[in-house]
T-cell receptor
Framework: GAVVSQHPSWVICKSGTSVKIECRSL??????MFWYRQFPKQSLMLMAT?????????EQGVEKDKFLINHASLTLSTLTVTSAHPEDSSFYIC??????????????FGPGTRLTVT | GQQLNQSPQSMFIQEGEDVSMNCTSS?????WLWYKQDPGEGPVLLIA?????ELTSNGRLTAQFGITRKDSFLNISASIPSDVGIYFC???????????FGAGTILRVKS
């Protein structure tokens, strides 16, 4: 199956700093990538939809100036958490949709990035 | 907005027992998906359902797309310790649309 990687797998940063998380589709091209946030013992909540070469679409309540998304190529999307605060500590997961995909199941999830803000 | 109600919240069962969990929605979905998530990892797709009434199996897993398109269930037969994890249902209105996830069912298996 198709593989999606995320880097880093975990990161600890100080309050007020910015953190960048990468999401890569390793063996397929993805015009669309999705960024999710998951708090402990909760479900995945979609933050934004990232489209290659255009601006991301943010879900209601997600601050676009705080969570910067860049989808510069068909295999890479980045999420930057700016001026991070402890409440931003969470598990961030991306998924990528296969360019050639015609079915819903052709959306593949990354392994997640654990962000801890101290 | 769209919401999925997933139940039960958690289950603690004996190895070898069958498991059933379900999701219901107040609105229609055209695709239902079931995922499993292990601790500290991303979700892995188990079964995808595309047609109302569809019943699909994947090994010991069986899932059905409800005829009203507002519900789905997942059954696991003869559970084993590696079935432990969190199971999520997800609905999608149309291909390309975002996925809406249920709250998850935590499965624990006693061997």
């Amino acid at each position: 199956g198709a593989v999606v990687s995320q880097h880093p797998s975990w990161v600890i940063c100080k309050s007020g700093t910015s953190v960048k998380i990468e999401c890569r589709s390793l063996d397929f091209q993805a015009t669309t990538m999705f960024w999710y946030r998951q708090f402990p013992k909760q479900s995945l909540m979609l933050m934004a939809t990232s489209n290659e070469g255009s601006k991301a679409t943010y879900e209601q309540g997600v601050e676009k100036d705080k969570f910067l998304i860049n989808h510069a190529s068909l295999t890479l999307s980045t999420l930057t958490v700016t001026s991070a605060h402890p409440e931003d500590s969470s598990f961030y997961i991306c998924s990528a949709r296969d360019l050639e995909g015609r079915a819903s199941d052709e959306q593949y999830f990354g392994p997640g990035t654990r962000l801890t803000v101290t | 907005g769209q919401q999925l109600n997933q139940s039960p919240q958690s289950m603690f069962i004996q190895e070898g027992e069958d498991v059933s969990m379900n999701c219901t929605s107040s609105s229609i979905f055209n695709t239902w998906l079931w995922y499993k998530q292990d601790p500290g990892e991303g979700p892995v797709l188990l079964i995808a359902l595309y047609k109302a009434g569809e019943l699909t199996s994947n090994g010991r897993l069986t899932a059905q797309f409800g005829i009203t398109r507002k519900d789905s269930f997942l059954n696991i037969s003869a559970s084993i310790p590696s079935d432990v994890g969190i199971y999520f249902c997800a609905g999608q209105l149309r291909y390309g649309n975002k996925l809406v996830f249920g709250a998850g069912t935590i499965l624990r298996v006693k061997s």
